[in-house]
């Protein structure tokens, strides 16, 4: 019965991978703070799951970006779309203040804005509304404008969200340097096709508040577990090791400060470690929509580690000693040198729904993209099991290769895998032509986990399973050329 049920898992695997397609697209530089998740692409009007990802990557052409979908079907196919380029919008002038909502209220979170700083101090909200197909488009439109506003002074420092409760995401809050200690968290509330200023008093002002000392670390969420997306974290840099997660409550029509003390005050790490590394999501799967708050930093050289911060409805729980299984990934496969890991995927993270109930909709997994050598993105997959909660992590690339074959000769040139079945240790056998393009080995099991990998390639390599569980795994040999997957035993 247990050999049925593996060769049925290996099935539903390798008919998801042929599914995919081929893709070359990688994220670099020109992408961080333009990435965001959302509901992009429906399968009907009832799905709600946020498992699509939109990328816009500046060209080297001047005033041009091409826009990017990474969208995945209930069947958990994924595929990358990339646009025709944009022409005549630079986003230079956008700076990465981008957030995504319901700005249409269709009911669907599958819109972006664009906040455009169009002179010295004027700005305005480009829209960017998806039309919902399985590879969407979107149609743009410039839907408010104001004069007498410098968006440089809140770029780092805008979220979206449902601020004032009508049940929509089409919210943004921003927190406004004036410089001096002063700080004021304007709103702009969306009336389904253009936005009301809150002026310049905002819902939230402060004279002893230093804006910048929360910048790439501020997040909308439902942290006080009254239903709604409309309340906001902050990690705020005291120095020397000090950092607090400030708290807003939102009563609808202003913001209710949870005193300096914070909901969490920490000392394991410095604020400016997780800059831009910071996401609101459902980690703990209580049932608490966008809660909890996970960021992510480096232990040491060549390791990152995530830490989540648990909402209570009043306060976050957090153990600086406890962490979650998988939480810590060794990124020892970044050649070097590697002065800071985790600063691959700044701007960069965002959360992802995985599971494949269209009625889901509370997102607890985490997508990061990271500028590499081949296309990939890291990919945390959480669980709770019996009260316990664990990460699953894996690498899997953006498109898996079409090139699947059961047989252990794979592909024009011929790579095997022997002895197979195997108890411990299994030998890949890659041809002489092919092994100098091989980039990488890994091994995963059917659950699409890493269990194993190398970048030290030989025409014989051996892989040592002793202490995996019995079952069938999948070994991926990553060239310049392709990947071929070779499926092995251990008994």
């Given at each position: ?395 899997p690339y953006y498109c898996e290769s079409k090139n699947i074959n059961d047989d252990t000769v794979v592909g024009e040139a011929p790579i095997s895998a022997y002895p197979n079945p195997t108890k411990s240790v299994i030998t890949i056998n890659i041809d002489e032509s092919l092994v100098e393009d091989v980039v990488e080995i890994q091994v995963e099991n059917l659950l699409g986990e890493s269990v194993f990998s190398t970048r030290k390639i030989s025409q014989k390599t051996n892989l040592d399973l002793s202490r995996e569980k019995l079952g069938v795994y999948l070994v991926k040999i990553i060239s310049t050329r392709d990947t071929r997957v070779l499926k092995i035993i251990k008994e």
């Open positions: 019965m247990k050999k049925i049920i593996q060769i049925l898992g290996l099935t539903l695997l390798v008919n998801q991978m042929i599914l995919a397609q081929d893709c070359l697209f990688n994220p670099t530089d020109n992408v961080n703070g333009y990435v965001v998740s959302g509901n992009f692409s429906q399968k009907n009007s009832n799905d709600k799951i946020i498992n699509d990802v939109v990328m816009l990557k500046s060209n080297n052409i001047n005033g041009t970006f091409s826009l990017n979908t990474f969208s995945s079907d209930l069947n958990g196919n994924k595929t990358l779309n990339v646009s025709n380029p944009i022409i005549n919008y630079n986003l230079a002038n956008v700076k990465g203040r981008m957030v995504r909502g319901d700005f249409d209220n269709d009911g669907h979170i599958d819109d972006f804005i664009l906040i455009y700083k169009t002179g010295v101090s004027s700005m305005r909200f480009d829209l960017f509304m998806s039309n919902g197909a399985s590879q969407p488009t979107f149609i743009q439109s410039s839907v408010y404008s104001l004069s007498g506003y410098d968006p440089d002074k809140i770029t780092g420092r805008v979220v979206s969200g449902d601020f004032d409760n009508d049940g929509y995401w089409d919210d943004i809050a921003a927190f406004y340097d004036y410089g001096n200690g002063e700080t004021r968290i304007h709103t702009f509330r969306s009336t389904g096709s253009t936005f009301v200023y809150s002026s310049s008093v905002g819902w939230w002002k402060s004279n002893g508040y230093t804006a910048t000392r929360v910048t790439g670390r501020v997040v909308s969420g439902d942290f006080d577990h009254d239903g709604h997306v409309d309340d906001i974290a902050a990690f705020y840099d005291y120095g020397n090791g000090e950092t607090r997660v400030h708290v807003w409550l939102s009563g609808g029509t202003n913001f209710n400060y949870q005193s300096s003390m914070g909901w969490c005050v920490i000392s394991d790490f410095d604020a400016s470690t997780i800059t831009n590394r910071v996401v609101s999501l459902n980690i703990d799967r209580d049932g608490n929509n966008y809660d909890d708050i996970v960021v992510f930093t480096n232990k040491i050289e060549g390791m990152s580690i995530m830490k989540a911060f648990e909402s209570n409805g009043s306060s976050f729980d957090y153990n600086p000693t406890s962490r979650w299984a998988g939480s810590e990934i060794q990124l020892s496969t970044i050649p070097s040198p590697v002065p800071d890991n985790a600063n691959f995927m700044n701007g960069k993270i965002v959360e992802y729904d995985s599971r494949k109930k269209p009625f889901q909709g509370k997102p607890s997994d985490i997508i990061g993209f990271h500028k590499f050598v081949t296309p990939r993105y890291r990919f945390w997959k959480s669980r709770n099991i019996l009260g316990g909660n664990f990460i699953y992590y894996s690498e």
